[in-house]
């Protein structure tokens, strides 16, 4: 899917200036066709992970709790599931997407292929520990099938982070479309760089204590995004 400048700014909700910007520091992954711009959904969905910190600080900027991509309300359909079993990354990712709730619009064995396809393509471990396993494209089409899971590992497992470190826990997406699955991931990948938030999922602190300080975070963010205006 090749996307144009106004997509990019569309879907990260950050202005043309500032793509050009990263266009010309050669910041993000882009194709010049017949003298336009051109980028891929796919490797935009890879610079965010790679690019978490930067991105994500534009991402958060979003009217939360108005839109249907409100992390807090997505984990509380996705749930928290505990103690995954595995010792390889395939083993836990098999694990995982079969204690998950799916719609039934999609296999269980199709989104594993898909999750397991993606991490053979880039790891999605993003450090201290978590990983953010998800297919390269949404893989729904009815937004009221949109979720987050929470996995917790029973063992540690080396996913390849450039940390080193063993990832403990699993953020699972189910995205309706591109769109909002740049948004979701974007604000998952920021959250996990507040060091309060990461203490938490390693010492698997419950699911009520997670999504109040998902909703106190959400909070912050519109009332950044309110001064900014």
Not at 23 to 47: A, G, L, T, V
Request: net charge neutral; with cysteine; aromatic share 6%.
């Amino acid at each position: 899917m090749k996307l144009k400048i106004k997509d990019i700014v569309d879907m990260l909700q950050v202005s043309e200036k500032t793509v050009y910007r990263w266009i010309k520091e050669n910041k993000i992954p882009c194709y010049k066709i017949n003298h336009q711009y051109r980028f891929n959904i796919s490797e935009i969905n890879e610079w965010i992970l790679s690019n978490k910190i930067e991105l994500s600080s534009n991402l958060v900027n979003l009217d939360v709790f108005q839109n249907s991509n409100n992390l807090s309300r997505l984990l509380e359909k996705g749930g928290i599931i505990t103690n995954i079993k595995g010792d390889t990354v395939n083993d836990v990712l098999a694990y995982a997407v079969e204690m998950i709730n799916t719609p039934s619009t999609i296999s269980k064995q199709e989104l594993l292929s898909m999750v397991l396809s993606r991490e053979e393509l880039m790891p999605t471990a993003i450090g201290k520990g978590i990983a953010i396993p998800h297919p390269r494209n949404p893989i729904i089409t009815d937004i009221k099938d949109a979720s987050v899971s929470i996995c917790t590992l029973e063992n540690p497992v080396n996913f390849g982070a450039l940390d080193g470190e063993p990832v403990h826990t699993l953020f699972i997406i189910l995205a309706s479309n591109p769109r909002m699955h740049l948004d979701v991931l974007s604000k998952i990948s920021y959250l996990c760089q507040d060091e309060a938030f990461s203490v938490m999922l390693k010492k698997r602190q419950s699911k009520d204590n997670i999504l109040d300080y998902v909703r106190i975070k959400e909070k912050e963010w519109i009332i950044k995004d309110f001064k900014n205006k």
